[in-house]
């Protein structure tokens, strides 16, 4: 999308026995601020198409939608949610992907008031020690999915991983998740640049030492750029890495050098349950592709938003908050609940990247980790 910044105020008409037809509450107001341009702009489009998905879906006339792009930009981000909060005077904020735009927003929303329900960005700080009452996370904690590829490495007898992620917030808790479950020992150890798109210095080092796997956290086209370059090297030491990488709306962009990856998700298009049944085939009937794991965690957003506003007045923070904390919802993943920190306990999955007919995608061959927290939660003090 070329569209540097929008806004999509939208209402749907009430269907019988909908949240605001039954007497609970008033209309809940939403500001969504997501990565909609430039780099990174398809994880804040299918963030976005999975929550409006999941709003129309519920035919509730209970909520409206203002929607901006945040064009990846920090100080774009703050001006987006100071003038939702004080012009559009929303209730609720999500949508943001990345975790150094989530630290910019967050703590000022919360502490103004206002729930945040995070749709992706779960930086290891407002998981534990900056916690807050008003803050949910509906995808997972950052550490989790690296978490569970650690664990992955050491169930298949991998020793000596060389390592390397982006410097910034989820960067450095995706290298921490990764470490605190790897038993083997580190054969290097890189921060990048957040956008780098060349890493022909890194690829030099990977070969120069003795790992006998790669670990990486490259999210969008930087995963992209890599693991072409990577592919072109000669370089065939197994990689392991999180969805982040090896998602939907990456993979037909990697193409050939995904396939057989080895990846952790907390979801899949290809988890047995009725409610992502139902979702793979309406996302792919309303927008003509298959979902990403964004669109997923942007479809339980909503669906986590709408079940609290059906039991309680938004003005009502204390019943609000409960009903939120409840997640009495469907989620495409299955079975779902908030931990002590409102971050999700979960399952996380191994995925290996395959193609189907013209399609690249992921199916599931494991579980790397179950009914999964994350550490910080003993940090929180709410």
Same mark, same amino acid.
């Given at each position: 999308?070329?569209?540097?910044?929008?806004?999509?105020?939208?209402?749907?008409?009430?269907?019988?026995?909908?949240?605001?037809?039954?007497?609970?509450?008033?209309?809940?107001?939403?500001?969504?601020?997501?990565?909609?341009?430039?780099?990174?702009?398809?994880?804040?489009?299918?963030?976005?198409?999975?929550?409006?998905?999941?709003?129309?879906?519920?035919?509730?006339?209970?909520? $409206?939608?203002?929607?901006?792009? /945040?064009?990846?930009?920090?100080?774009?981000?703050?001006?987006?949610?100071?003038?939702?909060?004080?012009?559009?005077?929303?209730?609720?904020?999500?949508?943001?992907?990345?975790?150094?735009?989530?630290?910019?927003?967050?703590?000022?929303?919360?502490?103004?008031?206002?729930?945040?329900?995070?749709?992706?960005?779960?930086?290891?700080?407002?998981?534990?020690?900056?916690?807050?009452?008003?803050?949910?996370?509906?995808?997972?904690?950052?550490?989790?999915?690296? $978490?569970?590829?650690?664990?992955?490495?050491?169930?298949?007898?991998? $020793?000596?991983? #060389?390592?390397?992620?982006?410097?910034?917030?989820?960067?450095?808790?995706?290298?921490?998740?990764?470490?605190?479950?790897?038993?083997?020992?580190?054969?290097?150890?890189?921060?990048?640049?957040?956008?780098?798109?060349?890493?022909?210095?890194?690829?030099?080092?990977?070969?120069?030492?003795?790992?006998?796997?790669?670990?990486?956290?490259?999210?969008?086209?930087?995963?992209?750029? #890599?693991?072409?370059?990577?592919?072109?090297?000669?370089? /065939?030491?197994?990689?392991?890495?999180?969805?982040?990488?090896?998602?939907?709306?990456?993979?037909?962009?990697?193409?050939?050098?995904?396939?057989?990856?080895?990846?952790?998700?907390?979801?899949?298009?290809?988890?047995?349950?009725?409610?992502?049944?139902? #979702?793979?085939?309406?996302?792919?009937?309303?927008?003509?592709?298959?979902?990403? !794991?964004?669109?997923?965690?942007?479809?339980?957003?909503?669906?986590?938003? !709408?079940?609290?506003?059906?039991?309680?007045?938004?003005?009502?923070?204390?019943?609000?908050?409960?009903?939120?904390?409840?997640?009495?919802?469907?989620?495409?993943?299955?079975?779902?609940?908030?931990?002590?920190?409102?971050?999700?306990?979960?399952?996380?999955?191994?995925?290996?990247?395959?193609?189907?007919?013209?399609? #690249?995608?992921?199916?599931?061959?494991?579980?790397?980790?179950?009914?999964?927290?994350?550490?910080?939660?003993?940090?929180?003090?709410?």
């Amino acid at each position: 999308m070329n569209i540097k910044s929008f806004v999509l105020a939208t209402t749907f008409a009430a269907l019988a026995g909908s949240a605001g037809a039954d007497g609970h509450g008033g209309k809940v107001k939403v500001g969504m601020i997501t990565t909609l341009s430039g780099g990174g702009a398809g994880l804040g489009i299918d963030v976005r198409d999975g929550f409006m998905l999941a709003i129309k879906q519920s035919g509730s006339d209970a909520i $409206e939608v203002v929607i901006e792009d /945040d064009q990846r930009k920090p100080d774009i981000a703050v001006q987006l949610a100071d003038k939702m909060i004080q012009s559009e005077k929303v209730d609720v904020l999500t949508g943001i992907i990345w975790s150094n735009l989530a630290m910019a927003v967050v703590p000022s929303a919360t502490a103004q008031g206002k729930f945040y329900l995070s749709p992706n960005a779960g930086p290891s700080i407002l998981a534990g020690k900056a916690c807050h009452p008003n803050y949910f996370n509906v995808a997972w904690q950052n550490d989790g999915l690296h $978490e569970a590829a650690g664990a992955y490495t050491n169930s298949v007898g991998l $020793e000596k991983s #060389f390592i390397l992620a982006p410097n910034y917030p989820a960067g450095q808790d995706a290298l921490t998740g990764y470490k605190r479950q790897f038993e083997g020992e580190l054969a290097g150890e890189l921060f990048t640049k957040l956008g780098q798109t060349d890493y022909a210095a890194e690829i030099a080092q990977i070969r120069a030492s003795d790992a006998d796997n790669v670990f990486f956290f490259l999210p969008g086209g930087m995963g992209i750029s #890599f693991l072409k370059q990577y592919a072109d090297s000669g370089v /065939d030491l197994p990689i392991v890495g999180p969805a982040f990488s090896f998602d939907q709306g990456i993979l037909q962009a990697v193409g050939d050098a995904a396939m057989g990856v080895k990846n952790t998700s907390q979801w899949n298009k290809d988890l047995d349950n009725a409610a992502n049944a139902a #979702f793979v085939e309406s996302f792919q009937a309303e927008y003509g592709r298959l979902p990403s !794991l964004y669109a997923s965690q942007g479809f339980d957003t909503a669906n986590l938003l !709408l079940s609290a506003v059906a039991k309680a007045d938004v003005n009502d923070k204390e019943a609000f908050r409960a009903a939120l904390k409840e997640a009495d919802f469907e989620s495409t993943r299955g079975d779902f609940a908030f931990g002590p920190n409102n971050h999700p306990v979960q399952d996380i999955y191994v995925r290996e990247v395959i193609k189907e007919g013209d399609v #690249f995608t992921n199916k599931i061959i494991g579980t790397a980790l179950e009914g999964h927290g994350d550490v910080y939660a003993a940090e929180c003090q709410m």
